[in-house]
């Protein structure tokens, strides 16, 4: 299973993780492996160079193994119209313009072979069972005998594509509710045949699959299962099953199974920044009594040191860091060579990657605008330095500062506060997002080994600014020839009688503690900002969950024998009596992330905080908060007082911009990016990848 080596050559920073790990025939150099991701770069042939590009990049970095998105090895099994697939010769071609890219660079790719099942987003999709599908619209047809047989061949003849097209493994997506997985749970199997019922029955597709697919690769091919060990849904599999169906898997030549926790309908949030780390690592553990073959360990496992302290366990063989290589390639490479403090650790955000994904967008990433744009978004060297003055510390300026730098200009970074951050360090003293740390540390490092000039508690004026009078240097080296503007957002004070009330107060004061709260709070505004903020007001002042109790709190099942290992959510009790109010008649949080939206609408919820929308606000005085409520057409229909300690408004934020118009006028070359551009919405997505494109636009 494993490669030895010795005490003088193992790494003194991650000796385990970057031992070798073999896995049949291929001799990875790591234990760090980049799970698949779906990026819409698989879906089109134009689109080729593009992904070579991006795998290419995760090769150069170190990855032990690359794994890629799922790859249809059937029409009825493609994830939407026209995806990717790996059915015949010339889908060989393309794919060996992959291979050989990975090859090129130094590293190795399995490619993931995927039938997504009643999770298709095309009419003609195929599953097990009768059930349909939550997530998509179509109807699907109940596989016959004749088409369960077609389905099994098709991935043995996709593997033996694959082969032929120079991956150095394949994975059989077997978890995540996609087919294979839709066979092997109640929850989605009601066949009465024998591919159906017992759990025999149940298991009988995978293991025909397996067989087909062994007889089609070399002996020494490897096949990895990604097996679902923790369904989260309802009539799911129980532990004995999973148990089972493992030992069947090596039995019949699987040479690793890399984990999958949780469907995509499930009601347990499994990727999230909330989620614990390495919350799920424990069943994949549980695997290391029943096979022998590597075990890769996945979901939120985010740092080296954390993957390191996981296989010091001795449970499992590899982990597996999807995002955390969207956010950087580079993450091996630098956990290698000591560097961690380096590393630009993904927070979990799923805004540019997952939220992307399911609505049919391109994955990229919130804090690597990059990931995915490789070929289009480049960093290099400049041909002339030039004397770049960035104004503010945030999101924005941060990554135009730091990207500035890398690229060989002079950079001086000013920010009014006394820390970098700015709405980030809001965000990290919200329940579940502490992560939002690991990015001000990454900044924080960044800009030190760039040798960015940082001024903290400077409020530069245009003056300064123009004459020079703000730089470390001296005389016309001290003049900038860029400025780029990056001063973010003010939070936005609604116009209601009584706003100035003492009772009243920003979200910022509130999150930062500037103020003390009440136990009763009206929170003004069902945004993003307010949903953070009511989390944040209805927990204690250590919001960090443990495990256990994040597990209470979400219903994850400890008896084995419970099916999917669901129950009964038991939360913790709020510790304040919280209302959220909109102006907006209909459901609160229609806007928020695709993936995560659902994870904060219910946790308000589950913290008995009571929504009131179609709401105007009246007045604010000592008895509380005043509103008036409407019904659908707009007219009013009863009055109501909120009595409350406190009011925390999050209705909005206002672009600070007060440096823009002189500077202009002056003549200076000026570059507004961030909340300072667009105060709408609060959107760090935005803001990293414009002070990316802004820095990469420098001449």
């Not at 032990?64 to 799922?70: H, K, P, S």
């Not at 038991?570 to 806007?591: D, H, S």
């Given at each position: 299973m494993t490669s030895p080596t010795t005490p003088a050559s193992r790494n003194q920073h991650y000796p385990l993780l970057f031992e070798p790990l073999q896995i049949n025939g291929l001799t990875l150099?790591?234990?760090?492996?980049?799970?698949?991701?779906?990026?819409?770069?698989?879906?089109?042939?134009?689109?080729?160079?593009?992904?070579?590009?991006?795998?290419?990049?995760?090769?150069?970095?170190?990855?032990?193994?690359?794994?890629?998105?799922?790859?249809?090895?059937?029409?009825?099994?493609?994830?939407?119209?026209?995806?990717?697939?790996?059915?015949?010769?010339?889908?060989?071609?393309?794919?060996?313009?992959?291979?050989?890219?990975?090859?090129?660079?130094?590293?190795?790719?399995?490619?993931q072979l995927i039938h997504a099942g009643r999770y298709g987003y095309t009419p003609l999709k195929v599953a097990a069972g009768s059930e349909p599908s939550p997530i998509h619209p179509f109807k699907h047809l109940k596989m016959t005998e004749q088409i369960i047989w077609h389905v099994i061949r098709t991935f043995g003849q996709s593997a033996k594509l694959a082969e032929k097209a120079g991956y150095d493994?394949?994975?059989?997506?077997?978890?995540?509710?996609?087919?294979?997985?839709?066979?092997?749970?109640?929850?989605?199997?009601?066949?009465?045949?024998k591919w159906g019922g017992s759990t025999e029955n149940r298991q009988r597709f995978l293991v025909e699959i397996i067989k087909e697919v062994r007889k089609h690769v070399s002996a020494d091919f490897p096949i990895i299962l990604r097996q679902s060990i923790a369904d989260f849904v309802k009539n799911g599999q129980t532990w004995d099953e999973i148990a089972l169906m493992a030992r069947k898997a090596q039995e019949h030549g699987v040479d690793a199974i890399n984990t999958d926790i949780g469907w995509h309908e499930a009601g347990i949030p499994t990727i999230v920044t909330s989620v614990p780390r390495g919350a799920f690592v424990k069943f994949t553990e549980r695997l290391r009594d029943e096979v022998s073959i590597p075990l890769i360990a996945s979901n939120r496992i985010n740092t080296p040191d954390f993957a390191e302290e996981i296989l010091e366990r001795g449970r499992v063989d590899a982990v597996s860091m999807a995002r955390p290589m969207l956010a950087d390639p580079d993450l091996p490479n630098k956990a290698r060579d000591g560097r961690a403090d380096e590393i630009n650790t993904c927070i979990g955000c799923n805004q540019a990657c997952l939220d992307h994904a399911f609505v049919g967008k391109k994955v990229s990433c919130l804090l690597n605008p990059r990931a995915g744009r490789e070929t289009t978004l480049?960093?290099?060297?400049?041909?002339?330095?030039?004397?770049?003055?960035?104004?503010?510390?945030?999101?924005?300026?941060?990554?135009?500062?730091?990207?500035?730098?890398?690229?060989?200009?002079?950079?001086?970074?000013?920010?009014?506060?006394?820390?970098?951050?700015?709405?980030?360090?809001?965000?990290?003293?919200?329940?579940?997002?502490?992560?939002?740390?690991?990015?001000?540390?990454?900044?924080?490092?960044?800009?030190?080994?760039?040798?960015?000039?940082?001024?903290?508690?400077?409020?530069?004026?245009?003056?300064?600014?123009?004459?020079?009078?703000?730089?470390?240097?001296?005389?016309?080296?001290?003049?900038?020839?860029?400025?780029?503007?990056?001063?973010?957002?003010?939070?936005?004070?609604?116009?209601?009688?009584?706003?100035?009330?003492?009772?009243?107060?920003?979200?910022?004061?509130?999150?930062?503690?500037?103020?003390?709260?009440?136990?009763?709070?009206?929170?003004?505004?069902?945004?993003?900002?307010?949903?953070?903020?009511?989390?944040?007001?209805?927990?204690?002042?250590?919001?960090?969950?443990?495990?256990?109790?994040?597990?209470?709190?979400?219903?994850?099942?400890?008896?084995?024998?419970?099916?999917?290992?669901?129950?009964?959510?038991?939360?913790?009790?709020?510790?304040?009596?919280?209302?959220?109010?909109?102006?907006?008649?209909?459901?609160?949080?229609?806007?928020?992330?695709?993936?995560?939206?659902?994870?904060?609408?219910?946790?308000?919820?589950?913290?008995?905080?009571?929504?009131?929308?179609?709401?105007?606000?009246?007045?604010?005085?000592?008895?509380?908060?005043?509103?008036?409520?409407?019904?659908?057409?707009?007219?009013?229909?009863?009055?109501?007082?909120?009595?409350?300690d406190n009011v925390v408004v999050c209705a909005g934020q206002e672009s600070v911009r007060e440096l823009v118009d002189p500077l202009t006028v002056a003549g200076i070359t000026t570059h507004v990016i961030g909340g300072a551009d667009l105060a709408s919405e609060l959107d760090a997505k935005r803001a990293i990848r414009q002070g990316t494109e802004v820095a990469a636009a420098l001449p």
């Open positions: 150099p790591n234990r760090i492996v980049m799970g698949s991701m779906h990026t819409g770069l698989e879906d089109r042939l134009w689109d080729t160079d593009k992904l070579a590009a991006y795998y290419a990049e995760r090769a150069r970095g170190g990855a032990g193994l690359i794994i890629t998105g799922g790859f249809a090895t059937t029409r009825t099994g493609q994830l939407l119209p026209f995806a990717g697939k790996i059915t015949n010769r010339v889908d060989v071609a393309r794919h060996r313009r992959i291979t050989d890219e990975v090859h090129r660079n130094g590293g190795r790719i399995a490619i493994a394949v994975e059989l997506m077997g978890g995540e509710g996609y087919l294979i997985n839709q066979f092997l749970c109640p929850h989605t199997n009601d066949r009465t045949d480049t960093l290099g060297a400049t041909r002339r330095a030039r004397h770049v003055a960035v104004i503010g510390a945030g999101p924005a300026g941060l990554a135009a500062a730091v990207s500035a730098a890398q690229r060989g200009h002079r950079v001086e970074l000013f920010e009014a506060g006394e820390s970098i951050g700015g709405q980030f360090s809001i965000a990290a003293r919200i329940p579940g997002k502490e992560e939002f740390n690991e990015t001000i540390r990454y900044y924080t490092r960044q800009l030190e080994i760039n040798n960015v000039a940082v001024h903290l508690g400077k409020r530069v004026s245009a003056e300064e600014i123009l004459d020079g009078s703000a730089s470390n240097a001296k005389g016309d080296k001290a003049k900038f020839d860029d400025v780029i503007i990056a001063t973010g957002v003010t939070p936005r004070i609604p116009d209601i009688p009584g706003i100035d009330h003492p009772m009243v107060m920003t979200y910022a004061d509130a999150v930062l503690g500037h103020r003390e709260i009440g136990k009763r709070v009206a929170v003004i505004g069902a945004g993003g900002i307010g949903f953070d903020v009511t989390e944040f007001l209805t927990v204690d002042e250590s919001p960090t969950l443990n495990l256990k109790e994040w597990e209470q709190e979400w219903g994850v099942s400890e008896d084995l024998g419970v099916p999917g290992f669901v129950t009964k959510p038991r939360p913790l009790p709020p510790v304040r009596e919280v209302y959220m109010v909109q102006r907006k008649p209909g459901r609160q949080g229609k806007t928020l992330g695709k993936t995560t939206g659902w994870v904060h609408r219910a946790t308000v919820k589950m913290k008995q905080v009571e929504q009131i929308s179609a709401a105007s606000y009246d007045l604010i005085d000592d008895a509380g908060l005043h509103i008036t409520l409407h019904d659908k057409e707009g007219n009013p229909t009863d009055t109501r007082v909120l009595e409350v």
